[in-house]
Nanobody, 117 residues
């Protein structure tokens, strides 16, 4: 089992920055990919960014050039640096981890990011 705890969500003005953190615990040796998804009411949860244990990354087109995902394997923590925030970035952001082999997905409880225009 893997437990994920997010932090860093806040209210910020458009154009500002935030950094989200997600700390993993439990059977962390099993984790391959970690990432961030977001969801607004009435819409499906969507991928924001993800990173493999080897450092490979991919991003949603809407955040490329503004968001950066990084990972500290020693601390079992993944980060999402969000710059040039827009009102459309407002959402609940969820941390995700996927176990190698089983491809089982784990989710954090979510952290609210609100961008005021």
């Amino acid at each position: 089992q893997v437990q994920l705890v997010e932090s860093g969500g806040d209210l910020v003005q458009a154009g500002g920055s935030l950094r989200l953190s997600c700390a993993a615990s439990g059977t962390v040796f099993s984790i391959n990919t970690m990432g961030w998804f977001r969801q607004v009411p009435g819409k499906q949860r969507e991928l924001v960014a993800r990173i493999t244990d080897g450092g490979g990354t991919n991003y949603a087109d809407s955040v490329k050039g503004r968001f950066t995902i990084s990972r500290d394997n020693a601390k079992n923590t993944v980060y999402l640096q969000m710059n040039s925030l827009k009102s459309e970035d407002t959402a609940v952001y969820y941390c995700n981890a996927v176990s190698r082999g089983s491809w089982r997905a784990y989710w954090g409880q979510g952290t609210q990011v609100t961008v005021s225009s």
